[in-house]
């Protein structure tokens, strides 16, 4: 176990779907992180919060939709997908937005038909 | 900006002999420098990490990374390969300041 726990770990949604995708992390950190893995391509970084504030959002389309709540929570709400935004997407954690180690979930594995 | 490169897709290596996958980095600071392994179906995997110190990092399941700064390389390496070593290994960068960025992956195969 990493400490960093995403559910679902499957979802299958159709484009006109609303989904979430959850993480919860339990290790005190205060940084936490979306990241998309598609097949063939670089670990892409999507959304970071520190401190529960966005402190960066890498051009993702307005149909990714992130909220930290508080710094233990972080979800990313899904809205109108395409089938090529089908992919793992891994939420991480870290003591702070520096130099420090970041920690991954288990990933949730998102098809969209 | 940094950025890090790992110029192979593919490493197979037979079990017991020793295995390196190989990994550069380009950063306008001081380097931190990681080592993540993801195993099928799973996230990614902390194996190691160089920050400052010694250049050769000891890290999980008896992998070792050495830096080298004049080679600008951080391979990893491991002196008997096992079956199970076999996975998707992430090499990445950070420089302080900035996000942590990621090669885009080699994957090892170890035979029996």
């Known amino acids: 176990e990493t400490g960093v726990t995403q559910t679902p770990r499957h979802l299958v949604m159709g484009m006109t779907n609303k989904k979430s995708l959850k993480c919860e992390q339990h290790l005190g950190h205060n940084a936490m992180y979306w990241y998309k893995q598609s097949a063939k391509k670089p670990l892409e970084l999507m959304f970071v919060?520190?401190?529960?504030?966005?402190?960066e959002n890498n051009s993702v389309p307005s149909r990714f939709s992130p909220e930290c709540p508080n710094s233990s929570h972080l979800f990313l709400h899904l809205h109108t997908l395409q089938p090529e935004d089908s992919a793992l997407y891994l939420c991480?954690?870290?003591?702070?937005?520096?130099?420090?180690?970041?920690?991954f979930g288990e990933g949730s594995w998102l098809t969209v038909v | 900006a940094q950025s890090v490169a790992q110029p192979e897709d593919q490493v197979n290596v037979a079990e017991g002999n020793p295995l390196t996958v190989k990994c550069t980095y380009s950063?306008?600071?001081?380097?931190?420098l990681f080592w993540y392994v993801q195993y099928p179906n799973r996230g990614l995997q902390f194996l190691l990490k160089?920050?400052?110190?010694?250049?050769l990092v000891k890290g999980s399941y008896g992998f070792e990374a050495e830096f080298n700064k004049s080679q600008t390389s951080f391979h990893l390496k491991k002196p008997s390969a096992l079956v199970s070593d076999s996975a998707l290994y992430f090499c990445a960068v950070r420089d302080g300041n900035n996000d942590m960025r990621f090669g885009a992956g080699t994957r090892l195969t170890v035979k029996p």
């Open positions: 991480a954690s870290s003591q702070d937005a520096g130099a420090n180690t970041i920690y």
């Open positions: 919060y520190s401190l529960e504030e966005r402190v």
């Open positions: 160089y920050i400052t110190g010694d250049n």
């Open positions: 950063v306008s600071g001081n380097p931190y």
